[in-house]
């Protein structure tokens, strides 16, 4: 009979690690979800900051549209407000409607170990005016 | 030697259900936590708009979690908390409280209530 001593140690070894990574998957795609949610509450507050600039002038007029100096100034002052540190805000807009783009790059906690150490979140959100 | 096979495999499914019986509380703790996260964040960033919208507070669709307003220099903070129980380990409940606040700017054109 060969000794056997040890053999079932890799095999324990490599089932804690599978262990290990099925529960360091599922806590960054938690957090991940959470920072697209953040993200996601940062591009529509400040798209719709943006689109309550409407153009008075034009309204008196009978038409709706963006005051686009206003709606850019402000979607700009309120997503940088909120945005964390990290990220990047890009503010895009027409006579239409404004949209909100927010990067951020998300680190990871547990995923490093194998090889995913950041991940980045990009959303974009966009808000025109509307009556009613 | 014949009488000890399958021994391995018996080794292999205990192993297998112990690593199964400790990773799992841990996954479903982790996925109750990201929901009630996901769910005070909604709640928070409905009532801020509305209250930044309109000047009042957002009827609470949610009973279990609390909401509250503060206006602060032209903006609204709605701070939204909800107690969760996880289970980390079988056998014990820990209560977690979860707190998330979003501020959103009041609107120029609010019908004003507040």
């Known amino acids: 009979v060969r000794d056997e001593t040890g053999s079932m140690l890799p095999l324990v070894a490599a089932l804690v690690f599978v262990g290990f990574v099925i529960i360091a998957l599922g806590v960054d795609i938690a957090l991940l979800h959470r920072g697209y949610r953040a993200a996601a509450i940062v591009a529509d507050t400040a798209a719709e900051a943006g689109a309550a600039m409407v153009d008075v002038a034009a309204l008196h007029e009978g038409r709706l549209e963006l005051a686009m100096a206003d709606a850019l100034t402000r979607a700009t002052e309120v997503g940088g407000a909120l945005a964390p540190a990290d990220s990047d805000l890009e503010v895009e807009f027409d006579n239409e409607r404004i949209c909100v783009r927010v990067e951020q790059r998300h680190t990871t906690v547990a995923l490093g170990v194998v090889g995913v150490g950041t991940v980045t979140i990009d959303v974009r959100s966009c808000a025109e005016p509307r009556t009613g | ?114």
């Open chain 2, 1 to 114: 030697v014949k009488h000890e096979r399958g021994v391995a495999t018996i080794e292999m499914v205990v192993i297998g259900f112990a690593i199964v019986a400790l990773v799992m509380p841990v996954l479903v703790a982790t996925a109750s936590l990201a929901e009630a996260h996901g769910r005070v964040l909604t709640v928070a960033s409905d009532g801020a708009a509305w209250f930044a919208r309109h000047g009042t507070e957002l009827p609470s669709s949610d009973i279990e979690i609390e909401v509250g307003y503060e206006v602060e220099a032209g903006s609204v903070r709605a701070t939204a908390t909800i107690t969760v129980e996880v289970i980390p380990l079988i056998g014990t409940v820990l209560p977690v409280v979860i707190t998330e606040s979003v501020v959103v700017p009041i609107s120029p054109y609010r019908s004003d209530g507040a």
